[in-house]
């Protein structure tokens, strides 16, 4: 078990995480982020995620996470449109195939159950 900790996110340095050129559609995104605790098992995994503007794919993990700053449209392979912008929490299911366009880099506290 882990001791309690507390992180201030919008101050958190993060490290660098290059993206599959794949998962690129269009502009120059670049992800950086920091775990910042982990299930001894790897099937949960708490951090923080930043992206800078464009449009990216990805395959999402069952997960919960907070938008601190920043704005983006996720839109659902088949499914809805989400607006998300600081203060708002929103909720992905694994294996749902989105589209993300970042207007604003967008930093957000993550959960991840895998």
Known sequence: MTNPFAV?????????????????????????????????????????????PGVVTDTEADELFVVVSGRATIAFEGGPTLEVGPGDLAVLREGDRTTWTVHETLRKAYAINL
């Open 8 to 52: 201030h996110i919008p101050d958190a340095e993060l490290e660098p995480d290059p993206l599959d050129p794949a998962q690129i559609v269009s502009g120059t995104p670049e992800v950086s982020g920091k775990v910042l605790w982990e299930s001894p098992d790897g099937r949960q995994i708490r951090g923080i995620w930043q992206i800078t």
